[in-house]
């Protein structure tokens, strides 16, 4: 009898795992986000850009509520855990849809998981170019490398920079900063004068110093993924002398982050970036963004990650609003392409052929403003899609 009523209950949940979702269920989305280790301050505020996009406009779309479940693929930069994490995602919680992704070896590992178990995959900071040549159900809410770094390396061009040595993390977003700053630079009349690759853990940053200031280059260009490592760099660049030898700094927003630009302190002040993002963005809707993080997170300062969980958050919940609460990944593809909205950072749009975001690029300063280090913004360019895929 015991055994019979335990296969019930057995049939029954079988049958409910294959039932297809109604439209009244909930929409799961399954995020992958780094939340412990050196990447932690990621999974975090993609996480807060995510929460008080629900928190602030509803957490109920097209008529389905919106559940989170996150999934911690510390360190961020193995691919087989978040791989791992985004199957158990599929298969035990049933998610509708994946999202988040700090780092790219994660969205590169998980990519192929969305194809194969047809789920929508919406990265909000992954931020090689090739990220969403890997999946159709892929899209971005982030940036890319190549569109972060083409602005400043022209910014450079025009700024009697001659010289340039360039230093980055080496794996996919800095080999796309590497490749796209030499290009649009030499491509201006700029030469490199020196190129180095750092590894992306524990890089030891002393011998790379040295040989920047044995080489005498007008600046160097920075890519590194931001954490304790880019505030030691900065410290470094200023303590070994760099600065005094009158090299200049020119990098792309995330190393003057807002996350550890306090962290950094002086050493950033003057530091010139391109980037999509800037608290001190001036906009209506930035500052009602910036109001109700502060609200919301009042220990924590809102920088892009946040920004690229909030659009991220956005983008899912205008799909959702459009195709009635189907999360189907053609229809949510379709739905995402060509969409366009005004965000706290700027106009963006996503581009319908490949899926990746269109957005003002802006060149920025570090400034103490009311007491506080701030990007602000100074020039731009708009509606810049992603250079490396042209
Ligand atoms: C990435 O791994 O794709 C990545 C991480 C941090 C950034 C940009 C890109 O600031």
Redesign the pocket.
């Known amino acids: 009898m015991r055994h019979l009523k335990k296969s019930i209950v057995a049939a029954a949940f079988t049958l409910a795992a294959s039932l297809p979702a109604l439209a009244a269920d909930p929409i799961k989305i399954g995020l992958v986000l780094p939340m412990t280790g050196p990447f932690a301050a990621?999974g975090k505020q993609i996480e807060h850009g995510v929460k008080l996009y629900l928190a602030t406009k509803g957490d109920t779309f097209g008529g389905r509520k919106v559940e989170l479940i996150v999934k911690d693929d510390a360190p961020g930069t193995a691919g087989d855990v978040s791989k791992r994490l985004a199957q158990e995602l599929v298969i035990k919680d049933k998610v509708d849809i994946l999202a988040g992704f700090?780092?790219?070896?994660s969205?590169f590992a998980v990519a192929p998981v969305a194809t194969e178990a047809k789920k929508p995959m919406v990265v909000m900071?992954?931020?090689?170019s090739a990220?969403t040549t890997k999946s159709n159900y892929l899209v971005r809410t982030s940036?890319t490398?190549p569109q972060i770094t083409a602005p400043i390396a022209t910014w450079a061009s025009k700024n009697g920079i001659k010289k340039v040595f360039t230093l980055v993390a080496d794996?996919?977003?800095g080999h796309d900063a590497e490749g796209q700053f030499k290009k649009t630079f030499t491509a201006a009349g700029g030469e490199i004068v020196g190129e180095v690759r750092a590894p992306v853990k524990n890089p030891d940053f002393a011998p790379f110093l040295q040989k920047i200031k044995d080489t005498k280059p007008d600046a160097v260009f920075i890519?590194l993924?931001?954490g304790a490592e880019t505030i030691a760099f900065m410290k470094g660049f200023t303590e070994r002398g760099l600065t005094a030898a009158g090299i200049r700094l020119i990098a792309?927003g995330?190393l003057p982050?807002e996350d550890i630009l306090e962290a950094i302190g002086d050493a950033a002040l003057g530091l010139i970036t391109s980037f999509h993002y800037s608290e001190a963005h001036k906009s209506p809707e930035n500052k009602a963004y910036t109001e109700a993080y502060y609200k919301a997170y009042p220990k924590d300062r809102p920088n892009?990650m946040s920004m690229g969980g909030y659009d991220g958050m956005h983008l899912i919940a205008e799909v959702l609003k459009k195709t009635g609460g189907n999360a189907d990944a053609e229809k949510f593809v379709e739905a995402a392409k060509g969409m366009k909205w005004t965000s706290p950072r700027g106009p963006i749009s996503i581009d319908p052929v490949t899926r990746d975001i269109v957005q003002t690029i802006y060149i920025r300063k570090v400034e103490r403003v009311a007491g506080k280090l701030q990007n602000v913004e100074f020039d731009q360019v708009n509606e810049f899609k992603d250079p490396g895929k042209q």
């Open positions: 990621y700090g780092l790219t070896p969205a900071n992954a931020a090689t990220v940036m490398l794996y996919g977003p890519f993924p931001p792309t995330d982050d892009f």
